[in-house]
């Protein structure tokens, strides 16, 4: 057909287009990415992940992973890190017979990840290390809900709540503040449930509210134990898209869940080219 390739798939219901591009060829500019993730004018997505050779792009250069996740948000801004993305990355490398699993590397710009594909088609991914680095506030409506910030790579403020987070309008962007995250922030909103278990919702910057975020989770998890006094344990987290398991360790944590590929195909180059 002479089209560009994709596929599509999604981690707990965390959705994402691939874009196979060994070379690093295609121009992805963020109209063409937001165009991609548009629900109702391209394929529908929270992101874009192009599998493109670390060698090709400047970025990954300093990878010593052989594929690099370009990972771009739905309104089509740079990401440094996306756990379930990765996940979705993976499983595709290994269906491609790009690697030939079941461990091996996946470069980010947060840095190599380290994965296992699972014989179950799941897929765990060392996180690398969950740092607590402050506190701060979310405003959603006229609630001001404390959090604590973490790194996981990439900003994140998680807010535990004692009502039920279910009942969280998070239609609309809630506030923070932009001198403590200049570059934007994920805001999770937990429920613990147990010693280890959390329900979580998150809104993710540059997209809305997703049905999951691995990073995300990462951080949910950080940070409940943080508030109960300790830097290390494991937890199952449900979010809207499923579950999945993590454990944070002092320095490192990793993140296992499932990952789909749903369908592929090729996009029409017209309509391609025809977006800036």
């Given at each position: 057909m002479g089209g560009i390739e994709f596929l599509k798939g999604h981690g707990t219901q965390n959705?994402?287009?691939?874009?196979?591009?060994?070379?690093?060829?295609?121009?992805?500019?963020?109209?063409?990415?937001?165009?991609?993730?548009?629900?109702?004018?391209?394929?529908?997505?929270?992101?874009?992940?192009?599998?493109?050779?670390?060698?090709?792009?400047?970025?990954?250069?300093?990878?010593?992973?052989?594929?690099?996740?370009?990972?771009?948000?739905?309104?089509?801004?740079?990401?440094?890190?996306?756990?379930?993305?990765?996940?979705?990355?993976?499983r595709y490398l290994v269906e491609a017979d790009l690697e030939t699993g079941p461990d091996f590397s996946v470069g980010t710009r947060a840095g190599d990840r380290r994965v296992r594909v699972h014989p179950d088609r799941s897929v765990t991914v060392h996180m690398g290390p969950a740092r607590i680095t402050g506190t701060s506030v979310a405003i959603v409506g006229d609630r001001e809900?404390?959090?604590?910030?973490?790194?996981?790579?990439?900003?994140?403020?998680?807010?535990?709540?004692?009502?039920?987070?279910?009942?969280?309008?998070?239609?609309?962007?809630?506030?923070?503040?932009?001198?403590?995250?200049?570059?934007?922030?994920?805001?999770?909103?937990?429920n613990v449930l147990g010693p280890r278990a959390l329900r979580m919702r998150v809104h993710e910057r540059g997209v809305g509210e997703t049905r999951a975020c691995g990073t995300g989770t990462v951080a949910a998890v950080a940070a409940a134990l943080h508030l109960a006094g300790t830097d290390h344990g494991s937890s199952t987290v449900d979010i809207p898209g499923g579950r999945v398991e993590v454990t944070v360790e002092r320095g490192a944590s990793t993140l296992t869940g499932p990952a789909v590929i749903v369908a592929r195909g090729e996009l029409d180059e017209t309509w391609w080219n025809s977006l800036p």
């Open positions: 959705d994402f287009v691939l874009l196979p591009d060994a070379s690093g060829a295609l121009e992805l500019t963020p109209a063409r990415v937001a165009a991609l993730c548009d629900r109702q004018r391209g394929l529908g997505a929270d992101g874009v992940l192009r599998v493109v050779r670390s060698a090709a792009l400047e970025e990954g250069a300093h990878s010593g992973a052989g594929w690099f996740m370009d990972y771009r948000n739905a309104d089509g801004s740079l990401a440094e890190m996306c756990g379930n993305g990765v996940r979705v990355f993976a809900l404390s959090g604590v910030a973490v790194d996981v790579g990439n900003p994140h403020l998680v807010s535990a709540l004692d009502d039920d987070v279910s009942g969280l309008d998070l239609r609309e962007q809630p506030r923070f503040d932009g001198d403590v995250f200049p570059d934007g922030v994920n805001l999770e909103f937990v």
